[in-house]
């Protein structure tokens, strides 16, 4: 594995409510092959879960639909602390560019969220189970690439935000690849695992989006 002052990108893996990101970082021992030149990182999110065990980006207690987006838009300031804290501490700070975000459940909220709302302009976005909680307008950075992962048996984040959040972002200039995986509920199967490392392998390898 490469030191990471020798890092050519960096991936910052962001997990989901209850859970920390120690357990992410399984993800970046299946991409070590696949990604040799990256470093990797995983956070945990700013706040104790107030439900239980670990960490938490914005509490879900009583969260609904209408409230939602206003949870994520007080999360920002922690949130971005966070990430650029890291992308500050791993020598990427004038390096944005090379930088992907790959986000589980609530961490895919808010790296769909920074998607949206363009302030951080980072190369990819990979969100496994997510859904688009950021209302409009959005104004996205044109050059990050996007892959949104979901199972179609998801009981907690319905497959249906894969579709919607894919349509808004689209609409708005993103660049969006999805999958669907049948009979898959709310988690990261290795074939999706796949699918994502060569995606952050390839959208790191291209051009940079016009």
Partial sequence: MNRENEADSLIILLH????????MMALA???RETLPDSAFVA?????AFDQ???RQWFSISGVTEQNRAERIAAARPAFDRVVRGEIEKHGFADRVDRVALVGFSQGSMMLLDVVATGRLPVAVGVAF???????PPHDPARGTRLLLLHGAADTVVPVEELEQARTVLEA???AVESRVFPDVGHTIIPEAAM????FLRA????????
């Fill in 52 to 54: 239980g065990a670990g």
């Fill in 203 to 210: 959208s790191l390898a291209a051009e940079p989006v016009a």
């Fill in 16 to 23: 989901g409510v209850g859970s920390n990101g120690q357990n």
């Fill in 29 to 31: 021992h299946a991409w």
């Fill in 195 to 198: 699918l994502a490392g060569e």
């Fill in 172 to 174: 708005s200039g993103v």
């Fill in 129 to 135: 189970a997510g859904r688009l909680g950021t209302p």
């Fill in 43 to 47: 956070p945990d999110a700013p706040f």
